[in-house]
C-alpha cells in the first residue's frame, strides 16, 4: 500500500469525541484520488477491504485523536476514480480554532496515502452535508480509440480498439437530458425497492489531447446518479458510435426501463468523479469568513 512520510505531520492535541455541550461546525474537505487500488469509496463491513472512506476516516481520527466519521458527496465504485470529491463531519470549534489551512492539508496529506490527495478544507454550518447539500455532479469519461493502446491514459481511460461517430453519440444523448426513470441504467440489485429518476442536465462529447494522447471525453453533470449509471451511460453511446445501434435505439433503452435492455457497463478506469457544486458562501474558510479561493464550489 502506498504511503506518505510523515516525520512532519501534526496531531489535534484534542481528544475523544465531539461533545454535544461543544459549539459545533461542519469541517468540509475536497479530495482527489486514484482509485485503481481501492473497493470503491464506500467503507465496508470488512475492514480487511481498502476503501477510501476507510484510509481517510482513519487519518482523520489519528489527527483528531477520536473517532471520525464523514459523509461524502458521492461513492464511487472500485476503480473509478476522483478529482472533485467532497466529503463532511462535525468538530468542534476548538478543534479548529487558530488553525491554518496549509497547514491541516500538509498534515492530513501526510497521513493518507499517496494516491489520495486532499486539496481544500473549508467550513460550514453544522447541518451542511456534503451529500444532501450538493447541487449538481459532474462525472467525467475518457475513451481512448484506434489500435494503439495508450500509455499515460492507461490507467484513466478506456481503450476502445476501432473509431467512434462522436457525433451520433452527442446525438443519441440528447433524449437523455432532463428528469427520466434511469432504471436500464443501473446496476438491477441495485434499484429493488428504491426510485430510480433522476435528473441530467446535460451530456456533451468533446476530444481532447492530454499527454499527447488523444480521448474522446463523456461530460454528465445531474443532481445524483445510480449505481453504475454513468458507465453504463458511457457503454450505451459506444454502441452507437461504433455503429452498432442507431441513435433513437437509446430512446428504447431509456423507456424500457430494463438493464438488459442497455449496453455494456463500460470499465470503471475510465470514469473520474470530476466536481461538486454547492450553493454559493455554503462553505467558508476556517475562520469562518467568506473566503472565495477557500470555497468549494
Same mark, same amino acid.
Given at each position: 500500500?502506498?504511503?506518505?512520510? +510523515?516525520?512532519?505531520?501534526?496531531?489535534?492535541?484534542?481528544?475523544?469525541? =465531539?461533545?454535544?455541550?461543544e459549539?459545533?461546525?461542519?469541517? =468540509?474537505?475536497?479530495l482527489?484520488?486514484?482509485?485503481a487500488a481501492? /473497493?470503491?469509496?464506500?467503507?465496508?463491513?470488512? !475492514?480487511?477491504?481498502?476503501?477510501?472512506q476507510?484510509?481517510l476516516?482513519?487519518?482523520l +481520527?489519528?489527527?483528531f485523536?477520536r473517532?471520525? /466519521?464523514?459523509?461524502?458527496?458521492?461513492?464511487?465504485?472500485?476503480g473509478?476514480?476522483?478529482? @472533485?470529491?467532497?466529503? +463532511?463531519?462535525?468538530?468542534?470549534?476548538?478543534?479548529?480554532?487558530?488553525?491554518?489551512?496549509?497547514?491541516?492539508l500538509?498534515?492530513?496529506?501526510?497521513? #493518507? %496515502?499517496? *494516491?489520495?490527495?486532499?486539496k481544500?478544507?473549508?467550513?460550514?454550518s %453544522? *447541518?451542511?452535508s456534503?451529500?444532501?447539500?450538493?447541487?449538481?455532479?459532474?462525472?467525467?469519461?475518457?475513451?481512448?480509440? &484506434? !489500435?494503439?493502446p495508450?500509455?499515460?491514459?492507461?490507467e484513466f481511460?478506456?481503450w476502445?480498439?476501432? +473509431?467512434?461517430?462522436?457525433?451520433?453519440?452527442?446525438?443519441?444523448?440528447?433524449?437523455?437530458? &432532463?428528469?427520466? *426513470?434511469?432504471? /436500464?441504467?443501473?446496476?438491477a440489485?441495485s434499484?429493488?425497492g428504491?426510485?430510480?429518476?433522476?435528473?441530467?442536465?446535460?451530456?456533451?462529447?468533446?476530444?481532447e489531447?492530454?499527454? @499527447?494522447?488523444h480521448c474522446?471525453?463523456?461530460?454528465? =453533470? &445531474?443532481?445524483?446518479?445510480?449505481?453504475?449509471?454513468?458507465? #453504463?451511460?458511457?457503454?450505451?453511446?459506444?454502441?452507437?458510435?461504433? /455503429?452498432?445501434?442507431?441513435?433513437?435505439?437509446?430512446?428504447?433503452?431509456l423507456?424500457?426501463r430494463?438493464?438488459s435492455?442497455?449496453?455494456?457497463c463500460? !470499465?470503471?478506469? &475510465?470514469?473520474?468523479?470530476?466536481?461538486?457544486?454547492?450553493?454559493?458562501d455554503?462553505?467558508?474558510?476556517? *475562520?469562518?469568513?467568506?473566503? %472565495?479561493?477557500?470555497?468549494?464550489v
Amino acid at each position: 500500500m502506498l504511503t506518505k512520510e +510523515s516525520p512532519d505531520a501534526i496531531v489535534a492535541p484534542t481528544d475523544g469525541a =465531539v461533545r454535544n455541550a461543544e459549539p459545533l461546525l461542519t469541517l =468540509v474537505a475536497e479530495l482527489s484520488y486514484n482509485g485503481a487500488a481501492y /473497493s470503491g469509496f464506500a467503507k465496508q463491513k470488512d !475492514p480487511a477491504i481498502h476503501t477510501v472512506q476507510g484510509e481517510l476516516e482513519q487519518a482523520l +481520527s489519528t489527527f483528531f485523536r477520536r473517532k471520525v /466519521s464523514l459523509v461524502c458527496a458521492g461513492r464511487t465504485d472500485a476503480g473509478v476514480h476522483a478529482r @472533485g470529491q467532497v466529503v +463532511s463531519f462535525p468538530v468542534s470549534r476548538e478543534e479548529v480554532e487558530g488553525r491554518k489551512e496549509s497547514r491541516l492539508l500538509i498534515s492530513l496529506n501526510a497521513l #493518507t %496515502p499517496d *494516491d489520495i490527495s486532499i486539496k481544500r478544507v473549508g467550513a460550514a454550518s %453544522p *447541518d451542511f452535508s456534503a451529500r444532501f447539500d450538493a447541487e449538481w455532479r459532474e462525472y467525467r469519461y475518457r475513451i481512448v480509440t &484506434g !489500435p494503439v493502446p495508450p500509455l499515460f491514459l492507461r490507467e484513466f481511460a478506456w481503450w476502445h480498439h476501432g +473509431s467512434l461517430d462522436v457525433e451520433a453519440m452527442q446525438e443519441a444523448a440528447k433524449v437523455l437530458i &432532463g428528469e427520466h *426513470d434511469f432504471k /436500464s441504467f443501473c446496476k438491477a440489485a441495485s434499484a429493488e425497492g428504491k426510485s430510480t429518476t433522476r435528473f441530467v442536465k446535460s451530456v456533451d462529447l468533446f476530444e481532447e489531447e492530454q499527454l @499527447g494522447e488523444h480521448c474522446i471525453v463523456v461530460r454528465v =453533470v &445531474g443532481n445524483a446518479f445510480l449505481h453504475s449509471m454513468v458507465r #453504463t451511460l458511457v457503454g450505451t453511446l459506444v454502441q452507437v458510435g461504433a /455503429s452498432r445501434r442507431e441513435p433513437a435505439w437509446v430512446g428504447k433503452v431509456l423507456d424500457a426501463r430494463n438493464r438488459s435492455a442497455a449496453g455494456e457497463c463500460a !470499465p470503471a478506469c &475510465g470514469l473520474t468523479f470530476w466536481h461538486v457544486s454547492y450553493p454559493p458562501d455554503a462553505i467558508h474558510a476556517l *475562520d469562518m469568513e467568506v473566503c %472565495p479561493s477557500a470555497t468549494i464550489v
